[in-house]
């Protein structure tokens, strides 16, 4: 098979509210009139050669049943594509044989839950469909262009002229004002610290000037294709709370290998209007503690590359130094001084860093010991047949 396109689209049941804390970003109410999905699958018929497509149907065990059958639904109105519905149904029959692969060592690392375990689930059903390639979109974005594909696919799984091979590229995205760099609006008070629009900016506007393909520090989730020789060797982490994305870069460089930037390759990001909240920031501070801890662990082991932040300036380099401590800690105590959300930020700087530290120091090692499972695991879901017809019945 030449390539899958793989969607996770996330969605909250009729009893649950959406934006609740805890709750995935931009999920979309069961009875939402018109879903960010039906706009992504409809900008997609468009597409000249367009791979068959994986819907990642995340929601509560308990919605499984209504969800499936309003995703179904909206993948009926789009019979031009050849769309595969994959539910908590489908992916425990998955993880079953991941389980079977390697017993009592991966918990929910290949699952329908948490962001990297979703984004796993993804390689397990390219791998099971046999995808020599594996494009990664958001349900809240749309392709604009019949020629998506052919870009999808420039330079993906050649050489560049060093003889560096080109196994994983990211494009990007046009935001709703039809920018690909982000707001350059005057930091408040309470983003000061917490923004990473100058410097994502000033990587940004380098490589929308240079050559078509050029070495990545940025990964964009919605807009990113990986190569089976890439996919079938590194995981996703399942043990980073968000940012699961970038994160993949860093993997990738652990073990050798780059992401590669396409300037020419792009989709329109159009997602609901959002706000940060402090369960959202608190989120943020674990990641970002644990992301420092787990490179800094990785960077002692002789058998991996050194990923460091020097090698990742100016973007996103600062976030894994020492100064995230000094960026976490003033944006906590000015949030709350200056926010509605008093208590909830005052906590986070009382006691949500030290917790948020904890959690590195006890989970620093566990993507190491899940990723060292994962060839094997890839290579046993390869063209299953049993776990392939289970999911052309998902059609």
């Known amino acids: 098979m030449g390539s899958v396109i793989v969607i996770p689209t996330y969605w909250a049941d009729n009893r649950a509210v959406p934006h609740a804390p805890g709750a995935y970003d931009h999920s979309t109410p069961l009875n939402d009139p018109a879903p960010d999905l039906a706009r992504c699958l409809a900008s997609l018929e468009q597409v000249r050669d367009v791979a068959p497509i994986a819907l990642l149907v995340v929601c509560p065990i308990s919605a499984t049943t209504e969800v499936s059958r309003r995703v179904s639904a909206i993948a009926s109105e789009h019979p031009a594509l050849d769309i595969a519905v994959v539910t908590n149904t489908q992916a425990a029959r998955v993880m079953e044989r991941v389980e079977e692969l390697a017993p009592g060592n991966t918990g929910e690392c290949v699952s329908l839950r948490g962001y990297g375990a979703i984004r796993n689930?993804?390689?397990?059903?390219?791998?099971?469909?046999?995808?020599?390639?594996v494009i990664f979109l958001d349900d809240d974005e749309v392709v604009m262009g019949s020629d998506f594909m052919v870009r999808a696919r420039y330079a993906l799984g050649q050489q560049n002229?060093?003889?560096l091979p080109i196994l994983a590229k990211s494009g990007y995205f046009f935001n709703k004002s039809g920018s690909p760099l982000a707001s350059d609006a005057k930091a408040g008070i309470t983003t000061r610290w917490w923004t990473k629009r100058a410097e994502f900016n000033a990587w940004m506007r380098t490589r929308l000037a240079g050559p078509r393909i050029s070495r990545s520090n940025y990964l964009c989730g919605g807009c990113f294709a990986l190569h089976a020789r890439a996919y079938m060797r590194v995981s996703f982490d399942p043990f980073i709370t968000r940012g699961e994305d970038l994160d993949y870069l860093f993997n990738l460089r652990l073990h050798g290998l780059d992401v590669w930037f396409d300037n020419a390759w792009a989709v329109r990001h159009l997602p609901p209007a959002s706000t940060q909240h402090a369960p959202r920031f608190m989120q943020d501070v674990y990641r970002w503690y644990y992301e420092r801890a787990k490179l800094a662990f990785a960077n002692r082991r002789n058998d991996l590359t050194s990923v460091t932040a020097a090698s990742l300036m100016p973007y996103p380099g600062p976030w894994i130094s020492p100064e995230i401590e000094d960026r976490v800690g003033k944006t906590a105590l000015v949030r709350a001084i200056f926010t509605r959300e008093h208590r909830a930020y005052w906590r986070i700087w009382r006691h949500g860093r030290a917790r948020?530290?904890?959690?590195?120091?006890?989970?620093?090692?566990?993507?190491?010991?899940?990723?060292?499972?994962?060839?094997?695991?890839?290579?046993?879901?390869?063209r299953d047949e049993r776990l392939a017809e289970m999911l052309k019945e998902a059609r």
């Open 356 to 382: 948020a530290k904890r959690y590195a120091e006890e989970h620093h090692d566990m993507y190491l010991r899940f990723q060292s499972f994962w060839p094997t695991i890839m290579d046993g879901l390869w």
């Open 161 to 163: 002229r060093q003889g």
């Open 121 to 133: 689930m993804g390689l397990a059903v390219a791998a099971i469909l046999g995808a020599d390639q």
